[in-house]
Structures are given as structure tokens and as C-alpha cells.
């Protein structure tokens, strides 16, 4: 699955939570309304150009999830969306993946209480295999983390993510 089957998949449930869903992307061919029919905006714009002009907006019961799996737009968004009062701020990505990202947010100067105001890997565990799967399991997620309700997060186990076991 691609980062666009994800976001599609995540479009939908926030939207069936009754969410205003923004999708920003700075490729064009990605961010079109036709890939992206329920979100109320489809922007294309660098993420964390649109979090600096917007991000003031964005309070505790905000969610920012960023799903590209590539740097030079993770790294940019995540530390953008950190200079806000987002409520939530995920990221999607293996283990190993979230690993070099934490080595490039510190290169970036975000410290130990930026860090743990990122939920990556994105999601609760559990065991969601699909886009749509993954996408309640990060809806989930969002839902515990704004309700402060104790939940098995990805980012406090080991093992395999989404769907890797049997």
C-alpha cells in the first residue's frame, strides 16, 4: 500500500468522526480532490509551510498526521506542526524508519519533550493489516490520546507493526 491509499483510508474515518479534514501535499499529482473526495480541503502546499502560515489555529483537540515515509517532508512537517498547540501529532513508518527519523529531528534541534509528543509508529496495536484497518487504529489512537485514556500504542511496543503477525 501507498502513503496516498493511507491518507485516503484516514480521510474517511476522521471524517466519519465528525473531523474537518485538511490533506496538504506538495506534490500536485497527489494533492487532488478526485484521490481525496471526502476531505473538506485537499491543499497542495509544503505541509510545513501550510503548518507556520496555519498551524496557529490548531488547538488540543487538533490532530496533525503526517504519512508520506519520506524525510524531506516528515521532518519539516513534524517540527512545524511541534510549534503548535496540536493536540495529537503522529507519524507513520516502521521502526526502523522512525528510528533515522528521530536521529534527523534531533539534527533539527527537537529536543525530549518534542519527541514525546510524537506518536510514531502511528496507531494503536491493533493488529490492523489494511489501509482502513490502520486508519481506525490511528483514529483510535487520537481518540484515546485527546480522552487521556490508556491504550496499547504502537510506539510503546516491540515487534512487528500493522499487520506483520501472523
Given at each position: 500500500f501507498g502513503a496516498v491509499d493511507f491518507t485516503a483510508a484516514l480521510a474517511r474515518a476522521a471524517k466519519l468522526l465528525g473531523y474537518h479534514v485538511t490533506v496538504c501535499d506538495a506534490r500536485a499529482v497527489f494533492a487532488t480532490r478526485a484521490r481525496f473526495p471526502?476531505?473538506?480541503?485537499?491543499?497542495?502546499?509544503?505541509?510545513?509551510?501550510?503548518?507556520?502560515?496555519?498551524g496557529d489555529r490548531l488547538g488540543p483537540r487538533d490532530a496533525v498526521c503526517v504519512l508520506t515515509h519520506d524525510a524531506k517532508f516528515d521532518v519539516p512537517a513534524i517540527v512545524a506542526a511541534l510549534d503548535t498547540r496540536v493536540g495529537y501529532l503522529g507519524a507513520m513508518g516502521s521502526r526502523r524508519t522512525h528510528a533515522e527519523r528521530v536521529d534527523r529531528l534531533r539534527e533539527a534541534g527537537v529536543d525530549d519533550v518534542g519527541l514525546r509528543r510524537l506518536h510514531a509508529p502511528i496507531g494503536l496495536d491493533l493488529g490492523a493489516r489494511t489501509p482502513e484497518e490502520t486508519a481506525i487504529?490511528?483514529?483510535?489512537?487520537?481518540?484515546?490520546?485527546?480522552?487521556g485514556r490508556d491504550a496499547p500504542a504502537l510506539r510503546d511496543s516491540t515487534g512487528p507493526i500493522h499487520g506483520a503477525r501472523a
Open positions: 471526502m476531505a473538506d480541503d485537499v491543499v497542495c502546499e509544503w505541509p510545513n509551510r501550510f503548518l507556520e502560515r496555519d487504529a490511528i483514529c483510535a489512537e487520537i481518540i484515546a490520546s485527546r480522552t
